[in-house]
T-cell receptor, first 111, second 115 residues
């Protein structure tokens, strides 16, 4: 069945450094790959997404890259700040009206 | 535009009872999905409704059910509650059609505690 693996489960970086989170999926029909940020006690917020016809997308300090051949996509956060500390979830939508989520990465940015 | 809203925000029930949770999607959105979030299992898909029809269902027992009304508002029901049903229940809405059809936005969730 469909599966999404997310690594690492926890990540600590110094303020100003970069953070990279990677997700691997199994369904080759997957065509939409969003990333969500969830702060403690709050709802998941869509921060960036990419569709299968694009290899990379950037929005200020965050970017997502997609490798369809290898079936993996990654979230890149540059110049990290303390407010980037949160749990990040990747997800995959294969057009079957449901999203499969990764297990989450707890990012801690150390000041 | 107002965001996705969910009621109630917090609920305490005892084993064996049943519960109904409500979700109002973003205006114009026709798709509503429900998720269960727990520390151990992450975000697990329950079901998705579009124009009052259930289009997909996750791997949850039949005690979990849902419906969608003509105004796109959705409810989910859990019958015969078990301790393991304690979780944050999130709904998410998306337009379902057009260029941004699959951008999904979450509500604040309903925190269900089963005693």
């Amino acid at each position: 069945g469909e599966n999404v693996e997310q690594h690492p489960s926890t990540l600590s970086v110094q303020e100003g450094d970069s953070a990279v989170i990677k997700c691997t999926y199994s369904d080759s029909a997957s065509n939409y790959f969003p990333w969500y940020k969830q702060e403690l006690g709050k709802r998941p917020q869509l921060i960036i997404d990419i569709r299968s016809n694009v290899g990379e997308k950037k929005d200020q300090r965050i970017a997502v890259t997609l490798n369809k051949t290898a079936k993996h996509f990654s979230l890149h956060i540059t110049e990290t700040q303390p407010e980037d500390s949160a749990v990040y979830f990747c997800a995959v939508n294969s057009g079957t009206y449901k999203y499969i989520f990764g297990t989450g990465t707890r990012l801690k940015v150390l000041a | 535009k107002a965001g996705v809203t969910q009621t109630p925000r917090y609920l305490i029930k005892t084993r064996g009872q049943q519960v109904t949770l409500s979700c109002s999607p973003i205006s114009g959105h026709r798709s509503v999905s429900w998720y269960q979030q727990t520390p151990g299992q992450g975000l697990q898909f329950l079901f998705e409704y579009f124009s009052e029809t259930q289009r997909n269902k996750g791997n949850f027992p039949g005690r979990f059910s849902g419906r969608q009304f003509s105004n796109s508002r959705s409810e989910m029901n859990v019958s015969t509650l078990e301790l393991g049903d304690s979780a944050l229940y999130l709904c998410a809405s998306r337009h379902g059609v057009g260029a941004t059809y699959n951008e999904q936005f979450f509500g604040p969730g309903t925190r269900l505690t089963v005693l």
